[in-house]
């Protein structure tokens, strides 16, 4: 038996696997940013899912960048309080069992290039754009090896005359800090949507440079009914477009909110 789970830093959702090709319904609950407080709440809720059954395997999604061992958070901007603590080695020695850390978006991208809107393509690069900005690409199903992992959220782009951190351009943590309202709220047809998809389009292209995927899938509650249309980020990334003969697909994510979960499996199935 397996657990795999995502921890955001709003919610957390968490699910048990018996084969590793799925999973039964997951449970979720909101994140304790305390660690202490966080780690006997997922430790309480793994035992409950696993009935007294030993659990082989787990496989967890953290916000941020994680330590070079990959067994601690290093910086997790909107889970601080979970920086530098011993995340894998509390979970085994609580739950008897082995577990595997990997980047929240890495494991959603992970689940995408499998067993959602990326399945088929062999180079794929996931991007969310939600509270925060990130992204993963990934080759032959497997994530790219790294360092650091990868917070292609953080790149600059350079506009009126100063560079500007593409999480601070149009995530959603932007416009709460800019318009003081929830994303939702500015309307479907608000023309700061179409300034959001140039921006994206700027942010795409240099992401398509350096790593030149076959299929780029768009995720994240920026991509809802109301916020970035995909096409318009279509339309202004083959408007930029000139080093390259064509833009890759664009598509948007599969596998809704539960992402991570089959990037948890996939990941797994890896590590056997």
């Known amino acids: 038996m397996y657990i795999v789970a995502d921890v955001g830093s709003t919610n957390t959702r968490i699910a048990r696997s018996r084969d590793l090709e799925t ?18 709440t997922f430790i309480a809720h793994a035992l409950e899912l696993a009935r007294s059954e030993p659990i ?30 011993p995340i894998a080695e509390d979970l085994e020695n609580a739950l008897s069992t ?4 990997e980047n929240d978006t890495a494991l959603v991208g992970l689940g995408e290039a499998v067993s959602g809107a990326g399945a088929g393509a062999n180079i794929m690069v996931y991007i969310t754009v939600s509270t925060g900005i990130n992204g ?34 149009i995530s959603g943590t932007a416009v709460v800090e800019k318009y003081h309202i929830q994303p939702k709220e500015l309307g479907k047809g608000a023309p700061v949507w179409d300034e959001f998809a140039r921006y994206l389009a700027f942010g795409l292209h240099n992401t398509i ?29 083959e408007e930029i477009m000139h080093i390259f003969p064509t833009i890759p697909v664009l598509a948007h994510s599969g596998l809704g909110d539960v992402g991570g979960l089959y990037g948890g499996l996939t990941l797994l199935k890896q590590q056997r």
């Open 56 to 85: 082989e395997y787990v496989a967890l999604g953290l916000p941020g960048a994680l330590n070079t061992d990959k067994r601690s958070l290093f910086n997790a901007p909107f889970l601080g309080g979970w920086n530098k603590y």
């Open 98 to 101: 082995r577990v595997v850390l």
């Open 23 to 40: 999973f039964d319904e997951p449970v979720i609950y909101k994140t304790p940013h305390v660690y202490e407080e966080g780690i006997r």
């Open 136 to 169: 993963v690409r990934t080759v032959g199903g497997v994530i790219d090896p790294s360092v650091y992992g990868f917070e292609t959220g953080h790149q600059y782009l350079f506009i009126d005359n100063e560079p500007k951190d593409l999480c601070d351009l």
């Open 209 to 237: 440079l350096h790593w030149s995927p076959d299929r780029i899938v768009l995720g994240g509650s920026m991509f809802n009914e109301i916020g970035i249309s995909i096409d318009a980020v279509r339309s202004h990334l």
